[in-house]
């Protein structure tokens, strides 16, 4: 996807970045450059990116643990993606990768430490839907370890904040299912003008606010 963004010609900037306003971002040596639309899709960073603005964002970081294990089943590329009851999925990549996961520690903010207790929860849960359990729990596996955003209604919210902004964050577990839609309704909403996407969710002033707002009641 990178390699034919670049192709089309989308520059990519490897740089932390603030929002001086609500058109002009900031990066590196104070440089700054004024945008047409921007798109912050940021996680559960957006709080913090858009507290310059003084917009109050209900958003927190939850953490999640995954395991990747390398099986010897050779055809785990023909597996399906398997969502079972509980934390624990069964995702399979090729050449016998299975990655199982994952957590969803609503308290452990930014840390990303690894945990014998999230290996614990995760090979447990996942046991009794595996005919041979041992088999993947004795395979070699690493950790992965990251930070979701999610609501305090642990709902994703999407679209336009203002005439130059558009959002999209909390989405949780569901950012691999639910983020490549949410992303085709943004970039069809550019591209056309058109946004279809309010049936799909509630409003985002429910999300989002703006402090100055607040501050007037």
């Given at each position: 996807?990178?390699?034919?963004?670049?192709?089309?010609?989308?520059?990519?900037?490897p740089q932390r970045v603030q929002l001086v306003d609500s058109k002009t971002v900031c990066y590196?040596?104070?440089?700054?450059?004024?945008?047409?639309?921007?798109?912050?899709?940021?996680?559960?960073?957006?709080?913090?990116?858009?507290?310059?603005?003084?917009?109050?964002?209900?958003?927190?970081?939850?953490?999640?643990?995954?395991?990747?294990?390398?099986?010897?089943?050779?055809?785990?590329?023909?597996?399906?993606?398997?969502?079972?009851?509980?934390?624990?999925?069964?995702?399979?990549?090729?050449?016998?990768?299975?990655?199982?996961?994952?957590?969803?520690?609503?308290?452990?903010?930014?840390?990303?430490?690894?945990?014998?207790?999230?290996?614990?929860?995760?090979?447990?849960?996942?046991?009794?839907?595996?005919a041979e359990p041992e088999k993947l729990v004795s395979s070699l596996f690493h950790y992965r370890?990251?930070?979701?955003?999610?609501?305090?209604?642990?709902?994703?919210?999407?679209?336009?904040?203002?005439?130059?902004?558009?959002?999209?964050?909390?989405?949780?577990?569901?950012?691999?299912?639910?983020?490549?839609?949410?992303?085709?309704?943004?970039?069809?909403?550019?591209?056309?003008?058109?946004?279809?996407?309010?049936?799909?969710?509630?409003?985002?002033?429910?999300?989002?606010?703006?402090?100055?707002?607040?501050?007037?009641?």
């Amino acid at each position: 996807m990178r390699k034919q963004a670049g192709e089309k010609g989308i520059v990519f900037i490897p740089q932390r970045v603030q929002l001086v306003d609500s058109k002009t971002v900031c990066y590196g040596e104070n440089k700054k450059t004024v945008f047409d639309q921007i798109i912050l899709t940021v996680g559960p960073h957006l709080k913090d990116l858009l507290a310059p603005l003084e917009y109050q964002v209900d958003l927190r970081p939850q953490k999640g643990q995954l395991l990747v294990f390398q099986t010897e089943f050779k055809n785990s590329g023909d597996f399906p993606v398997a969502m079972l009851d509980g934390e624990a999925d069964l995702i399979p990549f090729m050449d016998g990768k299975i990655l199982l996961g994952a957590t969803h520690e609503n308290e452990a903010g930014w840390d990303l430490a690894e945990t014998s207790t999230a290996f614990e929860q995760l090979t447990n849960g996942a046991s009794s839907f595996l005919a041979e359990p041992e088999k993947l729990v004795s395979s070699l596996f690493h950790y992965r370890v990251g930070t979701r955003a999610y609501t305090s209604d642990f709902a994703p919210f999407f679209g336009r904040l203002n005439d130059q902004l558009l959002v999209a964050s909390g989405l949780g577990s569901s950012g691999l299912t639910t983020g490549p839609y949410i992303g085709y309704l943004l970039a069809h909403y550019l591209n056309t003008g058109k946004s279809d996407w309010l049936v799909y969710q509630k409003e985002l002033s429910k999300y989002i606010q703006s402090k100055k707002t607040l501050e007037s009641f």
